[in-house]
């Protein structure tokens, strides 16, 4: 038994954290898209994305920065391509973030054979990588300011006001002169950017990049977004309260003798738990998923 | 350029990058004649090309024999288990000389199709396939590791070190067995931490459990982290160099990925193994049932390189060659957790 309190302790608050944060870069920008009123399941081949373009350009270039930076701008351009696809074209916004992340899947694992003659992972110099500042990589702290940046924007800001409005009566927000698919097409952007984020600290923290290696964080973070209410900050409560489970289901592994599976199962035992009970009623923005047609006088 | 200009050009894109990921198969063909060669075909774990570990080891070996024996090589990386099956069917229909299944997961699969083309020469590495047509390519890898463990064991300052493995499966469980039992016979009150990625095949690929588990496991006062888990291992071998500690490579040699955190490397020739059985098709004399790589013909060890003498004293590896002459007497018995489960 001691052991078991013996996980807890500032390694297991530090090993949450970590494991929080493309959590928290993906389900703040899934806010944003949906919140908006576009639904993106896209979130997950965003990342891969932007693990891939992040950690390729560092090892290409030398420059981390310049990784992230390129990580956030490919992420975007995925995000735009899901606009295009779902705002502008009007397709199914399941169908349009299903294919981007297949697309995500295969695309980087052909770039990346491309790129490192049929090699499926590559990894990080020691020039190419973030420095630690205190515990962390820099991506940590700026994630906090994503959270941060996104709450401010949304409940207190015009602009912010005006993308809730979109996703929750389109119709209204135009007749006071929003331009509705423009807000739409911004948000489902930001929304990329941020989960390219998400996905370029993956290859940052672990210094290398393999093919998947996002392994389904894109949906853990929807669930949090979901779970959260579609707010940014109940959303960074539920992406924490995942990454604990997982943090502390990795701490307990090897303690007690017990089957390594029966640890595993914890992250998602709470997932199940939390979105069965414990939170109430969690109501979607009323215009998610549909479409915005404007009446014309013609 | 006009809006719809705009939209046009991005659904382009869009038919490119879905062109893109269509033809991102994996398979690949050198150039040049095929017609009088010996053709073999690898087909590759899920990992993939790129893990440092496995599987770049299994395909070091074809890449040898392509040299040394003028063979026609042939390789696959199926993107997920389901489809090791499609890839050892599409190699015996072109009836190559002898396909090659990389990896105990392909087990199943080429059992079925060793089945179907009884005339088709195979090999699988790590899995026993009691076909006549089929050569199981076995490695002792609880010897390998029980002379890591001692390593560890005997260069540990803090009694305690760590073992992660991939994917929790019986086969991993060797290698941590046989680790444990060689840390505790040169330093019987040490402590082994063990921790798995996962239960299912992308506990091999990825580093980034890897690392928070090595993290985990270094916070808890370990100083050694023996890993075998493909290129999860990688982010084992981030985690030693980020802290200043030590990790332990397996099957290939992977001292140089972070010179000084590396303590040494348990290798299992896969690449031997490979270019071995290939060289048996060669030379006409290719045998099914059971091939196995143990310590006494150096099928597995342990790396010692430019990259870690200077970690290891040589009273260590004195001790340690001691501890090899008598695993391979048998004055040693390693526990080997596969002959029981």
């Known amino acids: 038994m001691n052991d078991i309190f013996a996980v807890f302790g500032v390694s297991l608050l530090w090993a949450t954290v970590r494991k929080s944060v493309p959590l928290i870069f993906a389900s703040t920008g899934g806010f944003f898209s949906e919140r908006a009123g576009v639904i993106n399941i896209g979130l997950e081949g965003m990342m891969l994305f932007g693990a891939f373009s992040g950690a390729i350009i560092s090892v290409t270039t030398h420059n981390p920065w310049l990784g992230i930076a390129g990580a956030a701008v490919v992420g975007g351009m995925i995000g735009y391509l899901h606009a295009i696809a779902t705002i502008t074209l009007r397709a199914n916004q399941i169908i349009s973030g299903v294919a981007i992340n297949m697309l995500g899947v295969g695309a980087t694992i052909f770039l990346c054979q491309v790129c490192m003659g049929g090699e499926r992972s590559f990894s990080l110099g020691p020039a190419d990588r973030l420095p630690l500042w205190g515990p962390f990589i820099p991506l940590v702290y700026l994630a906090m300011l994503v959270v941060g940046g996104a709450f401010v924007f949304c409940y207190f800001t015009i602009p912010g006001l005006r993308l809730r409005a979109v996703g929750e009566h389109p119709r209204a927000a135009d007749t006071q002169g929003v ?26 923290f672990s210094g290398s990049f393999t093919k998947n290696m996002t392994s389904g964080q894109g949906f853990i973070a929807l669930a949090a977004l979901i779970f959260g209410k579609w707010n940014p900050l109940g959303a ?16 307990l592994q090897g303690r007690g003798g017990l089957p390594s599976q029966i640890f595993q199962v914890i992250p998602y035992i709470l997932t199940i738990v939390a979105l069965t009970g414990i939170i109430g009623r969690s109501t979607p923005p009323s215009a998610l998923g549909k479409h915005y047609e404007r009446e014309t006088s013609k | 350029m006009s809006k719809e200009g705009t939209n046009r050009c991005a659904v382009i894109i869009a038919c490119v990058l879905l062109v893109l990921v269509a033809c991102q198969g994996g398979e690949k063909q050198p150039e040049g004649d095929q017609a ?53 069917r599409q190699y015996a229909e072109e009836g190559l000389d002898l396909v090659i299944g990389v990896g105990f997961l392909m087990k199943d699969a080429l059992e079925q199709v060793a089945g179907e083309f009884p005339d088709t020469r195979f090999a699988i590495i790590d899995a026993q396939v009691d076909e006549p047509n089929v050569a199981s390519l076995i490695f002792r890898e609880h010897e390998g590791s029980f002379l890591v463990g001692a390593i560890a064991g005997l260069v540990t300052s803090t009694g305690k070190v760590g073992f992660i493995g991939g994917m929790d499966i019986p086969l991993i469980h060797k290698f941590e067995v046989g680790y444990a039992e060689g840390v505790k016979h040169v330093r019987p009150d040490a402590e082994v931490l063990v921790a798995y990625a996962g239960s299912g095949p992308q506990a091999f690929h990825d580093p980034v459990k890897g690392k928070s588990l090595a993290l985990s496991q270094f916070d808890r006062g370990a100083d050694i982290i023996f890993q075998a888990a493909g290129s999860t291992g990688n982010g084992v071998i981030d985690a030693a160099l980020e802290r200043g500690l030590f990790a332990i490579g ?18 299992k020739r896969v690449d031997i193994s490979v270019f071995e059985i290939v060289k048996d098709v060669v030379e006409g004399r290719f045998k099914g049932g059971e091939h196995v790589y143990g310590l006494e013909i150096d099928g597995v060890g342990y790396a010692l390189d430019e990259h870690n003498e200077s970690l290891i004293p040589p009273e260590v590896i004195e001790r340690v060659s001691v501890i090899k002459q008598e695993i391979v007497s048998g004055r040693i018995q390693v526990t080997d957790y596969t002959a029981t489960h």
């Open chain 2, 250 to 267: 397996v099957d290939a040699n992977q001292n140089y990925m972070a010179p000084g955190h590396v303590l040494t490397s348990m290798l």
């Open chain 1, 179 to 204: 331009n509705v698919n423009r807000t739409r097409f911004l948000a489902v952007i930001t929304s990329g950017v941020c989960a390219g984020l998400g996905g370029a600290y993956l290859p940052f």
């Open chain 2, 36 to 88: 009088e060669r010996i053709r073999i075909g690898l087909v590759l774990s899920v990992g993939g090309l790129g893990d440092k570990s496995f599987n770049d080891s299994a395909y070091e070996g074809l890449t040898r024999a392509a040299e040394e024996l003028g063979i026609y090589p042939l390789y696959g990386q199926p993107e997920q288990m389901a489809e090791d099956e499609k890839y050892l």
């Open chain 1, 236 to 251: 960074l409560a539920a992406c924490l309260l995942f990454g604990f489970a997982d943090a502390f289901q990795e701490s």
